[in-house]
């Protein structure tokens, strides 16, 4: 079953810029020795891809890439530059598996702060529950059990969210060019959401299963000590063409990036304990704008409205 996330996507975009490399030397990813993809991408469901050796969490970005070959001292001294995260992470592990993880990505200050947030503006009873993009007779609820509510990260209660946000961006505006080819030129707004516990999930599917534009997905998680033995709620990822599923546990401060295609068709397990995550979309700029002008068409025939060539929203598909 195959069915995209939200009914409604608030698009919100950011100024793309070309930046340079550091001029520190890159980095293979840690996957691309492990030999076939396939066993590399199993190895990336079961650790989160990191290196054996890992850094202490306290550092801010997390376990870096390189970590054993820089010297010790000063934490700050040692973090990951956003560029080299970029460049000899996230661009070889998604090249080679069209999925990347990592894990301690804003470190643990700001992962609280912004779960503080999240948790507020879930009791505040803002969250909605969420709903597919086509209408069917099956209720929402069956296929989907989360609630959601977007955010840009300007709102009160949510600066947050907004760094968080802001520090995706960088990271994809450092990847410019060399993310499956893809002209990324803007995102969504953030889609914090919740399972409540119950025992609800989302059912397999596909994030843009149609050309909405969304060509990656990033997930960042907010849930402090999960089990999943216990307390279930873990994305499985269906790699087309592979014979592994990713199993991604939704643990504190893990970014999840993949490509929203049907490369990638995933699903929710059944969560029993609140699960907290937040979702950003990038958009490719070229299929963004056929989806729009397929959609003006579309309702230009069907209402008689305005010719394909005038613009009648700025709301994502």
């Known amino acids: 079953m195959e069915r995209s996330h939200p009914r409604d996507l608030p698009a919100l975009g950011y100024p793309c810029k070309n930046m340079g490399r550091d001029g520190q030397g890159r980095e293979s990813c840690p996957l691309e020795s492990e030999g076939a993809a396939v066993g590399g991408l199993l190895l990336l469901a079961l650790n989160g891809c990191q290196e054996t050796k890992r850094r202490r969490p306290e550092n801010g970005d997390a376990e870096g890439e390189g970590a054993s070959k ?24 998604m090249s080679l598996y069209g999925i990347c993880v990592k894990d301690s990505f804003l470190g643990e200050p700001l992962g609280a702060r912004i779960l503080a947030e999240v948790e507020a503006l879930h009791h505040s009873g803002k969250f909605q529950d969420g709903q597919l993009v086509s209408q069917r007779t099956v209720p929402s609820q069956s296929i989907r059990g989360d609630q959601i509510a977007w955010v840009e990260g300007r709102e009160p209660g949510c600066q947050a969210i907004g760094v968080l946000v802001a520090r995706v961006d960088e990271l994809i505006v450092h990847c410019a060019g060399k993310l499956g080819g893809y002209d990324i030129n803007g995102r969504t707004k953030a889609m914090v959401s919740c399972y409540p516990g119950s025992g609800m999930g989302y059912v397999r599917h596909v994030d843009n299963p149609h050309g909405d534009g969304r060509c990656v997905t990033c997930i960042y998680y907010l849930n402090r000590q999960w089990d999943s033995k216990v307390h279930g709620g873990i994305l499985q990822i269906y790699p087309e063409g592979r014979p592994v599923v990713a199993n991604i546990e939704p643990i504190f401060d893990r970014l999840l990036i993949f490509w929203s295609d049907r490369r990638n068709p995933h699903e929710v397990k059944p969560a029993y304990a609140t699960r907290y995550a937040i979702t950003v979309w990038y ?32 709301s994502p598909t």
């Open 70 to 93: 820089r010297p010790r001292g000063d934490p700050a001294q040692q973090r990951v530059p956003v560029s080299r995260l970029a460049l000899d992470y996230v661009v070889p592990c």
């Open 283 to 314: 958009f490719d700029a070229k299929e963004r704008a056929r989806a729009k002008e397929k959609r003006q068409l579309a309702a230009a025939q069907k209402e008689g409205g305005p010719s394909p060539e005038t613009p009648t929203s700025n």
